[in-house]
């Protein structure tokens, strides 16, 4: 009798975040891919300080004769090869990995706050208000996407914080029909009445009740969403419109490298391309870990 009280008592302890951390943890592609974010972050972050040049040193010496000169050497400190103006290639992935990282994560975070404010005001206050932001939102994403991105980038500017907030203000828009989604199977419910009853403020129920139920399909959209700000930023550096110079990106990396597979030189494209690779692979694969843990529909 006192082991089934026991029994009954863990099973009841256990909070949708203790389950979802077990869920997520007994899965192997997420945790191979949390493992795979943590090495680029790590190397984003730290790589560094174990490059034995500058990102914007030039090596006169190696500038036209690269393709035999330049190779990937312990030896010479070039544990990456050189690029097509003898700059030294690990110490520009690794600023090309964390400008494209702070991209993905930045332009996520403005997405995911503004789509989710937008569409939890929207669901929650409801009528003709819901009604009109939505079609606000309709119509938006009936423009392109890109065309808007370039234009302004054209209009104000080729800069880093121009390109946060574009890709950041323009991304908010399926967040926010999901958060109006989710906000009006909340707003019905018991805690979110009783509050209403108690005299609690609009603004004050969508900040502390609803925004906080909807934490969950956040987390893993945003997981999701980091990968597309990076693919959206490597496509805009690939046109010359993204990252300028002396700075540079993961996407202004393999552009320059896929310029110069003529030459012999296939290292300008692999190590940026693989780097590339493996961060949009991990943030995929702990996004739908998250997804698969958070999924209430799997309880």
């Known amino acids: 009798m006192i082991d089934d009280v026991e029994h009954t008592n863990e099973i ?64 010479t400190g070039h544990y990456f090869g050189v690029d097509y103006d003898g700059r030294d290639l690990f110490a520009r992935t690794v600023m090309g990995t964390r400008i494209s990282l702070l991209v993905g994560v930045v332009g996520a975070v403005v997405a995911v706050v503004v789509g989710t404010l937008y569409g939890a005001v929207a669901g929650y206050v409801g009528g003709r208000v819901d009604n009109a932001m939505m079609r606000t939102v309709d119509i938006l994403m009936s423009i392109p996407f890109m065309f808007v991105l370039i234009l302004m980038l054209v209009i104000f500017g080729r800069s880093m914080l121009m390109l946060f907030l574009g890709i950041g203000l323009i991304s908010w828009l399926d967040m926010s029909r999901i958060a109006r989604g989710q906000t ?19 603004l004050t129920i969508i900040i502390r009740h609803i925004v906080p139920n909807l934490l969950g399909i956040v987390i893993v959209y945003s997981t999701l969403l980091v990968p597309q700000m990076i693919i959206f930023e490597s496509f805009i550096s690939y046109l010359g419109l993204g990252i300028q110079e002396p700075n540079t990106s ?25 780097f590339f690779l493996i961060t949009l692979f991990g943030f995929f694969f702990v996004g739908d870990g998250l997804r698969d843990a958070l999924d209430p529909k799997d309880r």
């Not at 909340?186 to 403020?201: D, L, S």
């Not at 993961?250 to 896929?258: R, T, Y």
């Open 184 to 202: 009006l199977s909340i707003k019905n419910t018991e805690f979110v009445e009783a509050a209403v009853a108690t005299g609690v403020r609009p």
């Open 12 to 75: 009841q302890g256990r909070s949708l975040w203790r389950d979802a951390r077990a869920r997520f943890m007994a899965n192997r592609a997420a945790l191979f891919g949390l493992v795979v974010l943590c090495f680029v972050v790590i190397f984003a972050a730290f790589g560094g300080l174990i490059a034995q040049f500058e990102p914007d040193y030039v090596d006169f010496s190696l500038m036209g004769s690269n393709a035999y000169m330049g190779t990937p050497s312990i030896e």
């Open 250 to 274: 993961l996407g202004a990396l393999i552009n320059q490298g896929s310029e110069q597979l003529n030459n012999g030189t296939l290292w300008m494209l692999t190590y940026p391309l693989v």
